[in-house]
């Protein structure tokens, strides 16, 4: 934890900056239910697309209620259905990644070509076809969202791993006549957490972005559950009056987007350079 | 090598573009087979979804016949492919017009917004790149690259959303919606595609001006910067004539991907702007679950991204002059 504090003070100002926002919306993401002055599906205000007012921080939406509310409920579906995705894209990619590296060379051939041929859809596409195909239920849109982007993970991990289970203290430990399964996992996947945390951040950015996306297009979360892409969309309407409704969420994304994308610079580049 | 004949000195690139070409055609047949078993095979009986719940067995038996479902998986794939290929791949299911009519309408729409922004962002990505690498470390540098690594993860439909506030509902100076008229004088041209190639492009300066930093910068590390520096070779010079034909290769490759990346961007772009490209055909496609219609697109998007990377290698193959020896 000291270390953790200390490595958080060496960072610069952007990486600070992204540090605060990350830890901002996991906080929101635990907390913001409990603390949303209104339940985020009541009708609470008579007029729509309200501005800024002291009962209604954000205004109001195209039916009056509570932005606020339904942005503090609309984030934790974001960033926890994100978090979840990316959790099993890395942990899809990462566990094969490892098998293709200590495994037979026939394995990884196999792993390795099938990647490449989806790493060949781009991101966007397969998820539709895969939305297309599935629907999306929150249980199946995870999986989409998850499956959209093992290979990009896999294609990293791979790399990493193919890497270090040359060097010489993996051989060692081969001529020690340690079993696969002990290769990868203490041997080979501790040394390449570092690396493989900066790609998992990223993962998460595209896939925030990817759920965002989605439901913005009305394909994402289906109602009465809304993510922060869900709120700009249902708030589209009030783009002509430069409502808040369709403001407030769509920066919320940003914020969290770009955060990461801040953290994850600062805290790589002081290795690279 | 300069005795050899011009026409061996080309037969290794040669032979080396001619692998691309055959692996880039393999890939995109296992792609096909991807998306056909992902959106043909996988979701369930397509007649039984028709009929509905309150459909007889025997009324599900016969269109599933009449459809063609009750043949072998590899059989309907093939066929699928064939008609893929042969440019008909069948009828659309909602509109009940061929696929292939209704992509024919959309596809140069796309292709038109995609030139578009390929012209107004590979300039402007250059400059980033350029500015970035030769200021590396220095306070334009990290400006710039804060700058582009939150340009990189703004959602499209918060720059198009801040585009419409500010150039239609404010300054009133531009269409929130894109309808391109028949036969458009060059201003109405502009005035229709400003907004849509404004916010594609916010995303694609940012990544491909990223990308041009690195390489520049992987290049600038090498020895033969240092010799021409010693030389007394100046910054211009250095960087036009010296880094940049060198870092052909990643650039190309780096506007591959970036190329690709548009295309994501114009699933979002186009259905704000209510522009008819194939982009927002596609989402059409998704929301009624029309199959051959989505089917067609997604090979339409796939088969585009590898002839771009397939564009790119050849020209990284081609601008390497120690590959051209034969």
Redesign the interface.
Known sequence: MDSLIRAARRLPL?GKLGLGLVVFWIVVAIAGPFVAPYPPGSFVNEEVFAGSSGRFLLGSDFLGRDVLSRLLSGARFTVGLSAIAVAIAASIGTGLALCAAVGPRWLDEILSRSM???I??????FA???????GSSIVLLTLILALTYVPGNFRIARSLAVGLARLDYVEVARARGEGRLYLALVEVLPNMMRPLFADIGLRF?FIV?LL??LS????GLQPPDADL?SL?RENTSG????ALA??AP??A??SL??G???LI?AATQGKA? | MSGTAPAARWRGPARLVAQRVVLALFTLLLVSAVIFTISGLLPGDAAQELLGQGATSEQIAALRHEMGLDRPAVVRYLEWLRAIIGGDPGMSLVANKPVAEIISERLPNTLTLAALTTLFSVPFAFLVGITSAVTRGRTTDRALNILTLAMVALPEFLVATIAVLVFSVKLLWLPSITIVPQDPTPGEFLRAYAMPVMVLGVGVIAQLGRMIRAAIIAELDRPYVEMARLKGVSQRRLIFRHVLPNAVGPIVNAMALSLSYLFGGAIIVETIFSYPGLASLMVNAVTSRDMPLLQACAMIFCATYLLLVLIADTVAILANPRLRQG
């Not at chain 1, 060949?120 to 596409?125: D, E, L, N, T, V």
């Not at chain 1, 783009?239 to 430069?242: C, D, I, M, N, Q």
Request: glycine share 10%; hydrophobic share 60%.
């Open positions: 952007s490449d041929t989806l060949s859809i781009p991101s966007k596409i539709l076809v895969l939305v297309a195909a599935f950015v972005l965002s996306g913005f297009l009305g394909l892409g700009v783009l002509a009056e430069g369709i403001i769509a920066v994304i940003a987007t770009v990461v994308n801040l610079d350079e």
